[in-house]
């Protein structure tokens, strides 16, 4: 009976379990953002994400896969021994999260270190974080952007702007508080708008003059104040490339921590075949086009950047795959090939 039961109510059991050690992990990440003593005791037995100068530390791993290295709190204090420094950086670390297993993870910059010194001990190699994109995977990839764009915030956010006195973290660096003015800042992202636009057959990208050669993303624009997301979407694509939206669902959410901190909202977009003529505003834009499935498969396939011709056109070459613009390109294909 027991068996039957079990058999029967599996996901539910699943999903409870789960859910209840997530929710411990939840409570234990609000217990260190309000308790500094508590997010001190948490970092002694932590892990930390390094960065220098916001470029995140990666290793290679024999089989040529790249990670973040697992480097504990204790780790981190031999290497500033071996360099002579002062164990007192540890304590600039910024919690960003809190593994299955309870332990809490951190992220620090180490730009006031020599880069090659601390390449050399912690035996990895500090990356572009845009090029870390390309070259990580899995769950590893959010949490090293959060990491880094906690650390910009702080670096960034130095002094009130109410007072221009200077501003106080926490210890788990969730909050900066200027004792002068009395006002508390939180960390901040900027609400982006990020659209798949279609034709019914085609979809449509754009690229910027500074994108790599051959990449191009879906279109996106940030929200104007007091805008919701149909105005900003219907803004955007009237402005950068001159078209009359149909129709839009909201198809998924991410956080990109380029240029500072954006909350990018993403959306399947439609466009009406018979309005189909871009007209690119090329202030904003270098290039949009129209893609065909086949075009997008193609791309798709490819697993290093093309290269390019000179005088050639170029072949496409999309977003890594973190990337919610990439992300948007793959489903969309996925709602041609059931559809067509
Ligand atoms: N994750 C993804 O897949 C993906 C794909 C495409 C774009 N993006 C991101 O979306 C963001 C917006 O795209 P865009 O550049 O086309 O936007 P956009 O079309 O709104 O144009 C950018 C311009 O908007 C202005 N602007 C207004 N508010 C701003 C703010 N809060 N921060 C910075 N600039 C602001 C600036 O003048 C800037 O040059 C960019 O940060 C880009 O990195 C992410
Ligand atoms: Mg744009």
Redesign the pocket.
Known sequence: MLKLLRTLFRPELVLRRSSSSYVARMRYLTRLREDDEACLEALRSGRLLLYHRLAPLLQKTPAGLFQLPNICTNDLEGVLDKLGKSHALVKEAVLIGCTEKHEAQFSLDVGSLEQSEVERLCGGAFIDLRKAFFLLTGPEVPLVARGQTLLRWHQTNGFCSASGHPTFRNQSGSQRICHSSGHTYYPKM?P?V?ALISDGSRCLLGR?ATFPSGMY??????CDMGETIEETLRR?IAE?VGLELMSFRVSGS?H?P???S?F?VACQALVSPDNTQVSVDHA?LEDARWFSLQEVQEALRLKKPPRNHQGAPPTLWL?PRY????QLVVEWVQQQLATH
Not at 323 to 326: E, G, M, P, T, V
């Open positions: 900027a982006v990020i910027q993303s879906a279109l996106a624009g940030f955007e950068e991410q990109w380029f240029p500072q954006s990018m904003e977003p990337a919610i613009a990439h």
